[in-house]
């Protein structure tokens, strides 16, 4: 019985240690060490590339050879860790944000119809993260699943009155001209999606469009589901 605990705590030792890996030693594996296998500096470099800190010196870090013009290149084009987390990340669209939006772009808010979007929005407060105050709960700030999916009915619902109101939207004018999704040749228009999104449209965005249009069965089907998904894309960090 004594044997077989033995056996068990030298099997479980090895596992351990394979699973934690086996510490540099010595002078072989520091550079800068004295002869007696010391390391002057605190900072052991294993041959896996990677550096074993010190508390009073550095920290573990990989040691890949990264060249440090990539890496300025990278600070140049991203920012600073601290500047480019924040510039960079991406947080839901606030609940009430999405009303006005909606609203702006000429939907009924007020609608009661089971599947109108005004009726889909009333509902989907607490899925979408909106705040309850009177119990004392902020506002989500990322985007659930549950949250995704109530967002994209709603505006798929809302794509059609969207349609219908933006000629006469005041949003949508450009120099006083209206704006439809489509040209007079049945393509997309960048002022109709830039209307739509809120901001200008680019050519790629237009190609997308219009593939959506041109594969729907009918040209309505075709303009909301366009709609729906240059929303998506533009509202929901997707």
């Known amino acids: 019985m004594l044997r077989n605990w033995k056996w068990t705590t030298v099997i479980a030792a090895v596992s351990l240690a394979g699973c934690l890996g086996t510490a540099p030693s010595g002078g072989s594996s520091t550079p800068g060490g004295d002869n007696n296998g010391g390391n002057n500096n605190n900072v052991s470099v294993s041959t896996g590339g990677e550096t074993t800190g010190d508390i009073n010196n550095t920290f573990d870090h990989p040691n890949d050879g990264i060249d440090p013009f990539t890496l300025l290149q990278r600070v140049q084009t991203e920012g600073a860790p601290e500047v480019s987390t924040k510039m960079h990340s991406c947080q839901k669209l606030k609940y009430a944000t999405v009303g006005n939006v909606l609203k702006q772009l000429g939907v009924?808010?007020?609608?009661?119809?089971?599947?109108?979007?005004?009726?889909?929005?009333?509902?989907?407060?607490q899925a979408m993260g909106a705040p309850n105050y009177g119990a004392r709960v902020a506002e989500a700030i990322e985007?659930?699943?549950?949250?995704?999916?109530?967002?994209?009915?709603?505006?798929?619902?809302?794509?059609?009155?969207?349609?219908?109101?933006?000629?006469?939207?005041?949003?949508?004018?450009?120099?006083?001209?209206?704006?439809?999704?489509?040209?007079?040749?049945?393509k997309c228009s960048l002022a109709g999606i830039s209307c739509i999104q809120g901001s200008p449209a680019t050519q790629a965005q237009k190609d997308l469009c219009d593939n959506i249009v041109g594969a729907a069965s009918t040209p309505a089907i075709g303009q909301t589901l366009a709609v729906a998904t240059l929303m998506a894309a533009a509202h929901s960090c997707e």
């Open 108 to 125: 009924n808010m007020a609608a009661t119809a089971a599947t109108s979007a005004g009726a889909l929005y009333k509902g989907a407060s």
């Open 143 to 186: 985007l659930t699943t549950a949250g995704a999916t109530k967002l994209f009915d709603i505006l798929t619902e809302a794509a059609p009155e969207i349609l219908t109101a933006m000629p006469n939207s005041a949003a949508c004018k450009v120099a006083g001209a209206s704006t439809s999704l489509l040209d007079s040749g049945g």
